[in-house]
T-cell receptor, first 116, second 110 residues
């Protein structure tokens, strides 16, 4: 099973709303990632969690708040977003974090977010 | 910093062979991924090259030259369903940092 699931598939929110994106994997992977992808652009790394600890934050604004409650789950909490934050948010996981890793990242189907 | 370059668009004929190139400049290089992404869908893994040389997997092959900072993805016997974006992505440093190139949109025509 190489499945990463994400919910919801689509989300529309206002700039004052608070919402959360969820990601789950049951492959025993210990590294999980959030990417943001705008139309016709490649995915851009936002956060990396290694062994449930935040290891990379690519200077993401604080209105995006990641959380990794356990090794299978990854959340992205959203608050006071801007219309320019509208994008496809992709979650990925890989087997082992750590220097020089060679593990494939498996992507979830993504959440398409629209901020009004 | 990192710099990853791919052609923006390519067109090829069904049944033909196409080669998509990727050049990169990075520090702490670990390896290079190729992903396929259909419009509106998540990327799917195609290949991962760590050492120099060619790796073949069915109709798809990927080549890496670390000294030249160069890779290519070779698609044989093209099918209409191969129309997609092909993303080159570099794995560098620790903690699995993966940086994607801008992607090459391939259109397969009859």
């Amino acid at each position: 099973d190489t499945e990463v699931t994400q919910t919801p598939k689509h989300l529309v929110m206002g700039m004052t709303n608070k919402k959360s994106l969820k990601c789950e994997q049951h492959m025993g992977h210990r590294a999980m990632y959030w990417y943001k992808q705008k139309a016709k652009k490649p995915p851009e790394l936002m956060f990396v969690y290694s062994y449930e600890k935040l290891s990379i934050n690519e200077s993401v604004p604080s209105r995006f708040s990641p959380e990794c409650p356990n090794s299978s789950l990854l959340n992205l909490h959203l608050h006071a977003l801007q219309p320019e934050d509208s994008a496809l948010y992709l979650c990925a996981s890989s087997q082992t974090p750590g220097g020089g890793g060679t593990d494939t990242q498996y992507f979830g189907p993504g959440t398409r977010l629209t901020v009004l | 910093g990192q710099n990853i370059d791919q052609p923006t668009e390519m067109t090829a004929t069904e049944g033909a062979i196409v080669q998509i190139n990727c050049t990169y400049q990075t520090s702490g290089f670990n390896g290079l991924f190729w992903y396929q992404q259909h419009a509106g869908e998540a990327p799917t893994f195609l290949s991962y090259n760590v050492l120099d040389g060619l790796e073949e997997k069915g109709r798809f092959s990927s080549f890496l030259s670390r000294s030249k900072g160069y890779s290519y993805l070779l698609l044989k016997e093209l099918q209409m369903k191969d129309s997609a974006s092909y993303l080159c992505a570099v794995n560098s440093g620790g903690y699995q940092k993966v940086t994607f190139g801008t992607g090459t949109k391939l259109q397969v025509i009859p």
